[in-house]
Every structure is written in structure tokens, then in C-alpha cells.
């Protein structure tokens, strides 16, 4: 089916939605908890950036839960993107930010098509970066194309780096939080999330019809999310995209990041004793406490003094997530979830042995769960291969802002499919819907995913890897 024949489709899906309450404000404008917010209007997208849901994390808020934002009176501006979180860019980062870090940076973006008038589903979108870059702002990550379709989007930045994940035993002795602890990025997600429960019915959106997506550290942070006993309820569904197996990223407690903590202010002459070490950490200009880490070089050397650490399982805020999917102790919600055919690792490396894993964990206990593998390379890339993230762009239907005048009518008919299925599995659970070849529900006996093939097509398939993968699983879990 053509990209007109379905968008007429997915204008009359806008258009049956259940009518939701009249508001008196302009469309461009939403009451939010705060505050008035103004948009803008775009070929038929009404776009808010820059609302923030928690206040700026700076001086004495520097590694402290999110606090609540501040009311405004009046209307606030909300068409600009407001900064993304503090980080050293990475060079050859596949997203390029678009506006630049800074330590206030608790902000998120709403998109929804203007026409609609009844409660609409919300995507959610959490960006990756290794937990070191990344952020809500770069042009490929724009909602409005899914908002198109009939959809709200939302996306919102989380702490990154030493500010989204730093422990410091004064930190602990001083118990700012009631025990929340280090995992400040992951609490950044779960107050957003939070944000739309309590404020989205005000520009249109369904709180109870949330659906969740990341991919890479974003991806990660769906298993999170989906386990986390803070996050129950403030979504209704989940995408993972090249989320790895849903292993806890450090090895280590809230103990060992204290000791990395302690490393690092040792390093800006900082001592483990002195009653103002609390002060002098906080009182660090962004870019001394950023210092130079980013993609590049997180991966710590032998030999080396480790001075970061990664989100890890604390038992609170985050839970050993291949654990609770054993158990059974997760939200048992209609999950998508799978990696690219090239993605990190190889062609039976984690990310894709991982989607496999977790998707036969989870439908074993009677969750729907579709599994994709995106083998399909932009024509502008030559046959490179299915990068790690070269999906992206084809789930938001924004191919041809990545690759812009060498964006192909295939490259356009792929972003146009990968989306609706998408936005199918926002509004129902399913991700099939008219015109769409059939995405069969994933079952460890029959093993099927769908797979987005280098031809452009999208096929139902038994997995060819299935074997390998079996294998490679086996050998990580001896």
C-alpha cells in the first residue's frame, strides 16, 4: 500500500477516536501543572519543546532526585527545544544533538496532528548514548511524522554521564532522597513519565494508552523500566530497540559506586574525609565534572582507575531486569523488541542473541511479544551493512531528514511501513493493521520475527539464525 492510501487510513482512525474534553484554550496551546504552554503549528503537527517536568538539577540539586518544577504565570514559550543534558558530543555520534548541553536540562517535547479531537496514544521515546551522550533534541528524533500518522509523541531528556549515575558515601550519609541513590538518570525517566501521566490529557493524550521506546542505552533503560517496581502503571506498552539481553549493565552495587565516586573527586583533589567534599563536588563547573567523557572513551582500560560508573541494580530504583523476566516479576505488558541484522556484537552478538532471549522469556509466560530484526540499509549507505541505531530513523518515518537529498523512494516506502507498524502497536497492542504483511505474535516453537529485508520488503520469516543464536545464548549463560 501506498504512503496516501494509508495516511487516509490513519486519518480515519484519528477520526473515530473517542472525544476527550473541550478546552478553551487556543490548540496551540496546554494547562500544564506549572503552567500555560504555547506551541507552534506545522503542516498540520501542533509541536510543544522545552516543557519542563522537573526542576533545573543545579547547584544543590547537582545528584539529586528530580525535584518538582516551579509554576509560571502567563504563557510560556514552548517552540524551541530547551538544552540537552550535560556531555561531552560525540563526533560521530548517528544523531548530532541540536541544541547545546547544559547541566538544566530536565525538559520534554510533545507532538500531536492538529486535527485530532479525542484522547490520543503517546509514544514515549528514550534516546540512547551509552548513558554518556545523546539527547532529545537531534532532527531525526522529531515525533512529528509518527504525530502524522496518528499519534502522540513525546520525548524528554534524562541526567547523562557523572550527572546521571555518580555515588559518594557523603552522598549516602546525607539521604536527600529517603534511600534514592546514584540512579539519578533512570529516576530523570521515570519523573517524565510520570509528567505525562498527570499532565497529557491536557494536549489531547491518553495517560492510560502509553507506550514506551528506546533503543540502544534507551533500550536498556525499557528493561529498566518494565521491572523497576517504581515504574508500575505509567505505561501500556514497550518497544526495545537493540536493548541488549536485559544483563545489568554494572557488575557492581551501590558500594562500588561509591568507590568510583570517590576516585573521581580524588582526581580534582577532592579527599575522601574532608567535611566539604559534598560542596566542593557540587560547586564544579559541568565541564570539570563531564571531563572529557563521552563514547569515545567510557570503556575503562586494564590498569585503569575507574572514575565513572554505569546505571547499575541498587535493588530500589533498579532491579536485576533478566531476573525479574525469569520470575515473572515485570509489567506484563505487549512488548516489541528486537536489533539490527549487523548490530553490536556481530550477527550473533549480544544485541542480537539478547532480542531473542528476552522475546522467548517473555512470551513463555503468555506475553504478546513481535520480534523484528532490521536488516535493511539505506541506499545512500552502499550496502555497509544494519548498524547499530540505523533503524531509527525508519521507525519515526524521518529517513529523509537523516539522509536528505539521498533518501530513495525504497528508503521513503521502508520509514513509511517500520512506522505504521509502529503506531498500529501504539494504538492497539498489535503492530498489524490494513496493507501491512502479517507480523506474526513471537512463539519459541514456531520462532518467527518479522525482518526488515535489504530488498525493502517486510517478511514474516522463521528465524534464519535461530541455531547460532541458540548457541551464543547458551555460551553466555555457562
Given at each position: 500500500?501506498?504512503?496516501?492510501?494509508?495516511?487516509?487510513?490513519?486519518?480515519?482512525?484519528?477520526?473515530?477516536?473517542?472525544?476527550?474534553?473541550?478546552?478553551?484554550?487556543?490548540?496551540?496551546?496546554?494547562?500544564?501543572?506549572?503552567?500555560?504552554?504555547?506551541?507552534?503549528?506545522?503542516?498540520?503537527?501542533?509541536?510543544?519543546?522545552?516543557?519542563?517536568?522537573?526542576?533545573?538539577?543545579?547547584?544543590?540539586?547537582?545528584?539529586?532526585?528530580?525535584?518538582?518544577?516551579?509554576?509560571?504565570?502567563?504563557?510560556?514559550?514552548?517552540?524551541?527545544?530547551?538544552?540537552?543534558?550535560?556531555?561531552?558530543?560525540?563526533?560521530?555520534?548517528?544523531?548530532?544533538?541540536?541544541?547545546?548541553?547544559?547541566?538544566?536540562?530536565?525538559?520534554?517535547?510533545?507532538?500531536?496532528?492538529?486535527?485530532?479531537?479525542?484522547?490520543?496514544?503517546?509514544?514515549?521515546?528514550?534516546?540512547?548514548?551509552?548513558?554518556?551522550?545523546?539527547?532529545?533534541?537531534?532532527?531525526?528524533?522529531?515525533?512529528?511524522?509518527?504525530?502524522?500518522?496518528?499519534?502522540?509523541?513525546?520525548?524528554?531528556?534524562?541526567?547523562?554521564?557523572?550527572?546521571?549515575?555518580?555515588?559518594?558515601?557523603?552522598?549516602?550519609?546525607?539521604?536527600?532522597?529517603?534511600?534514592?541513590?546514584?540512579?539519578?538518570?533512570?529516576?530523570?525517566?521515570?519523573?517524565?513519565?510520570?509528567?505525562?501521566?498527570?499532565?497529557?490529557?491536557?494536549?489531547?493524550?491518553?495517560?492510560?494508552?502509553?507506550?514506551?521506546?528506546?533503543?540502544?542505552?534507551?533500550?536498556?533503560?525499557?528493561?529498566?523500566?518494565?521491572?523497576?517496581?517504581?515504574?508500575?502503571?505509567?505505561?501500556?506498552?514497550?518497544?526495545?530497540?537493540?536493548?541488549?539481553?536485559?544483563?545489568?549493565?554494572?557488575?557492581?552495587?551501590?558500594?562500588?559506586?561509591?568507590?568510583?565516586?570517590?576516585?573521581?573527586?580524588?582526581?580534582?583533589?577532592?579527599?575522601?574525609?574532608?567535611?566539604?567534599?559534598?560542596?566542593?563536588?557540587?560547586?564544579?563547573?559541568?565541564?570539570?565534572?563531564?571531563?572529557?567523557l563521552n563514547l569515545a572513551n567510557f570503556e575503562i582500560k586494564p590498569g585503569e582507575v575507574r572514575t565513572f560508573?554505569?546505571?547499575?541494580?541498587?535493588?530500589?530504583?533498579?532491579?536485576?531486569?533478566?531476573?525479574?523476566?525469569?520470575?515473572?516479576?515485570?509489567?506484563?505488558?505487549?512488548?516489541?523488541?528486537?536489533?539490527?541484522?549487523?548490530?553490536?556484537?556481530?550477527?550473533?552478538?549480544?544485541?542480537?542473541?539478547?532480542?531473542?532471549?528476552?522475546?522467548?522469556?517473555?512470551?513463555?509466560?503468555?506475553?504478546?511479544?513481535?520480534?523484528?530484526?532490521?536488516?535493511?540499509?539505506?541506499?545512500?549507505?552502499?550496502?555497509?551493512?544494519?548498524?547499530?541505531?540505523?533503524?531509527?530513523?525508519?521507525?519515526?518515518?524521518?529517513?529523509?531528514?537523516?539522509?536528505?537529498?539521498?533518501?530513495?523512494?525504497?528508503?521513503?516506502?521502508?520509514?513509511?511501513?517500520?512506522?505504521?507498524?509502529?503506531?498500529?502497536?501504539?494504538?492497539?497492542?498489535?503492530?498489524?493493521?490494513?496493507?501491512?504483511?502479517?507480523?506474526?505474535?513471537?512463539?519459541?516453537?514456531?520462532?518467527?520475527?518479522?525482518?526488515?529485508?535489504?530488498?525493502?520488503?517486510?517478511?514474516?520469516?522463521?528465524?534464519?539464525?535461530?541455531?547460532?543464536?541458540?548457541?551464543?545464548?547458551?555460551?553466555?549463560?555457562?
Amino acid at each position: 500500500m501506498g504512503r496516501g492510501r494509508r495516511n487516509l487510513l490513519t486519518a480515519a482512525m484519528i477520526a473515530t477516536l473517542v472525544p476527550g474534553c473541550s478546552q478553551a484554550l487556543p490548540p496551540s496551546e496546554a494547562k500544564t501543572e506549572s503552567g500555560v504552554v504555547r506551541g507552534s503549528d506545522d503542516a498540520g503537527v501542533i509541536s510543544w519543546k522545552g516543557i519542563p517536568f522537573a526542576a533545573p538539577p543545579v547547584g544543590d540539586l547537582r545528584w539529586r532526585a528530580p525535584q518538582p518544577a516551579a509554576s509560571w504565570s502567563g504563557v510560556r514559550d514552548a517552540t524551541q527545544y530547551g538544552h540537552d543534558c550535560m556531555q561531552k558530543p560525540f563526533a560521530s555520534d548517528a544523531a548530532p544533538l541540536g541544541t547545546p548541553p547544559a547541566e538544566d536540562c530536565l525538559y520534554l517535547n510533545v507532538w500531536k496532528p492538529a486535527q485530532a479531537k479525542g484522547k490520543l496514544p503517546v509514544i514515549f521515546w528514550i534516546y540512547g548514548g551509552g548513558f554518556v551522550n545523546g539527547g532529545s533534541s537531534p532532527p531525526t528524533y522529531s515525533g512529528a511524522e509518527l504525530a502524522k500518522k496518528g499519534v502522540m509523541f513525546v520525548s524528554a531528556n534524562y541526567r547523562l554521564g557523572r550527572f546521571g549515575t555518580f555515588a559518594h558515601p557523603k552522598l549516602t550519609a546525607a539521604n536527600g532522597d529517603s534511600g534514592f541513590f546514584a540512579n539519578y538518570g533512570y529516576l530523570d525517566q521515570i519523573a517524565a513519565l510520570k509528567w505525562v501521566r498527570r499532565n497529557i490529557a491536557a494536549f489531547g493524550g491518553d495517560p492510560d494508552n502509553v507506550t514506551i521506546i528506546g533503543e540502544s542505552a534507551g533500550g536498556y533503560s525499557v528493561h529498566f523500566l518494565l521491572t523497576s517496581p517504581l515504574a508500575k502503571g505509567l505505561f501500556a506498552k514497550a518497544v526495545v530497540m537493540s536493548g541488549g539481553d536485559a544483563k545489568a549493565i554494572e557488575a557492581g552495587g551501590l558500594r562500588e559506586a561509591e568507590r568510583d565516586g570517590l576516585a573521581f573527586a580524588r582526581t580534582k583533589g577532592i579527599a575522601a574525609g574532608d567535611p566539604r567534599s559534598l560542596a566542593k563536588l557540587r560547586a564544579l563547573a559541568p565541564d570539570d565534572v563531564v571531563g572529557g567523557l563521552n563514547l569515545a572513551n567510557f570503556e575503562i582500560k586494564p590498569g585503569e582507575v575507574r572514575t565513572f560508573s554505569s546505571p547499575f541494580v541498587d535493588g530500589k530504583i533498579a532491579v536485576d531486569a533478566a531476573k525479574a523476566y525469569a520470575s515473572g516479576e515485570f509489567s506484563h505488558v505487549p512488548l516489541m523488541i528486537g536489533a539490527t541484522g549487523d548490530d553490536i556484537g556481530g550477527k550473533a552478538g549480544y544485541m542480537v542473541a539478547g532480542a531473542r532471549a528476552v522475546a522467548g522469556t517473555i512470551a513463555r509466560q503468555g506475553v504478546p511479544v513481535y520480534e523484528y530484526r532490521f536488516s535493511y540499509v539505506a541506499q545512500a549507505l552502499n550496502d555497509k551493512g544494519a548498524w547499530h541505531a540505523t533503524d531509527i530513523p525508519f521507525f519515526f518515518d524521518t529517513q529523509a531528514i537523516k539522509y536528505g537529498e539521498a533518501t530513495t523512494p525504497r528508503d521513503e516506502d521502508m520509514g513509511d511501513t517500520i512506522s505504521s507498524y509502529l503506531v498500529n502497536f501504539a494504538m492497539t497492542g498489535d503492530p498489524n493493521g490494513p496493507g501491512l504483511p502479517g507480523w506474526p505474535r513471537y512463539s519459541p516453537k514456531t520462532d518467527e520475527l518479522m525482518e526488515f529485508t535489504p530488498a525493502g520488503i517486510a517478511a514474516a520469516t522463521h528465524d534464519p539464525r535461530g541455531a547460532e543464536l541458540d548457541r551464543e545464548n547458551a555460551k553466555v549463560d555457562e
